[in-house]
């Protein structure tokens, strides 16, 4: 079954503390990017990656990282999570060239 | 001014309906335009796609797009219960090439229809 996988689904952290958010897909997609989602704001682009190695900022890549090692996986590091980072994120894969993006199922992240 | 501009609502309508969803946006290097529909607690997913201006229908749903105006719209003809969702538009200036990547979603309307 062709899928966008997140881990965790639902995360609460604290302050400063380190984490990592998963994607991972099974589409053989070059094209894999990240979201976040924010009441009143809708979906705001973070990061993105064309292709193993390639990664680009998006709209709001502040406090963020990502890494493209593997074709299959791109996550994304959050160094020093702080409470204005609380939100709803999305991972989401394509084919490049191709507009049509799947997304995961979405990690609710709360930081305190 | 946020790029790309799209009344939250939420709208509420009886089944039946024609609903009619919009998006304004202000880069006129815009060029491809979709519409993606969002259940409660679900990953958004593609509805409709269109490439620069003009009109493409699939079943009950209609994306228009008008370009001079920098307007698009969603139709939603004979609506049902089951069209209840997040309705998002989303613009990219490229399909191809480093372009590619960037998305702009619209904040998104929500759509209640009842039976």
């Known amino acids: 079954e062709a899928q966008v996988t997140q881990n965790p689904r639902y995360l609460i952290t604290v302050t400063g503390k380190k984490l990592t958010v998963t994607c991972s897909q099974n589409m053989n997609h070059e094209y894999m990017s990240w979201y976040r989602q924010d009441p009143g704001l809708g979906l705001r682009q973070i990061y993105y990656s064309m292709n193993v190695e390639v990664t680009d900022k998006g709209d709001v890549p502040e406090g963020y990282k990502v890494s493209r090692k593997e074709k299959r996986n791109f996550p994304l590091i959050l160094e020093s999570p702080s409470p204005n980072q609380t939100s709803l994120y999305f991972c989401?894969?394509?084919?490049?060239?191709?507009?049509?993006?799947?997304f995961g199922p979405g990690t609710r992240l709360t930081v305190t | 001014q946020k790029e790309v501009e799209q009344d939250p609502g939420p709208l509420s309508v009886p089944e039946g309906a024609i609903v009619s969803l919009n998006c304004t946006y202000s880069?006129?290097?815009?060029?491809?335009f979709m519409w993606y529909r969002q259940y409660s607690r679900k990953g958004p997913e593609l509805l409709m796609y269109t490439y620069s201006s003009g009109n493409k229908e699939d079943g009950r749903f209609t994306a228009q797009v008008d370009k001079s105006s920098k307007y698009i719209s969603l139709f939603i003809r004979d609506s049902q219960p089951s069209d209840s969702a997040t309705y998002l538009c989303a613009m990219s200036a490229n399909a191809g090439g480093t372009s590619y990547g960037k998305l702009t979603f619209g904040q998104g309307t929500i759509l209640t229809v009842h039976p």
């Open positions: 989401a894969t394509g084919l490049a060239g191709v507009t049509e993006q799947y």
């Open positions: 880069n006129s290097a815009f060029q491809y």
